[in-house]
């Protein structure tokens, strides 16, 4: 029988175990690729251009899941284009949290 704070480290290691894979170096490249190539249509800040802003106050009512959707397999007939060459489902996941959490902000 798990115990409730058993649980709770259970979920902990799980949730930090998500990213593992994206190693420091890769997060680097990660930070670099949303800054400057989405950069160069959504603004290098993200607050918007020729796409629209990413700021956290502009996706907070967009579900996580369409997010992944839009930046793994774009938009079809607009200039989005899909990212899914360049990125695996994991490195949206986190690209997305980011964005969510606001930590592209130009630096
Ligand atoms: C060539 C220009 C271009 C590039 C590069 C680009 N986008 Fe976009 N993106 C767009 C446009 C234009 C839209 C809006 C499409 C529409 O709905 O008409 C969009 C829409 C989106 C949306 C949906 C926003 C919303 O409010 O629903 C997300 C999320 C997004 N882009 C993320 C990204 C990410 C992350 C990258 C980099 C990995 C990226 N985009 C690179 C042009 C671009």
Known sequence: MITRGATA??????????????????QRELIHLVQHDCGSCHGLTLQGGLGPPLTPAALVKKSPETLRAVILDGLLGTPMPPWRPFLSETETTWVVDMLKRGKFDAD
């Open 9 to 26: 480290i259970l979920l902990l290691v799980i949730s930090t175990a998500v990213y593992a894979d994206i190693t420091p170096s890769r």
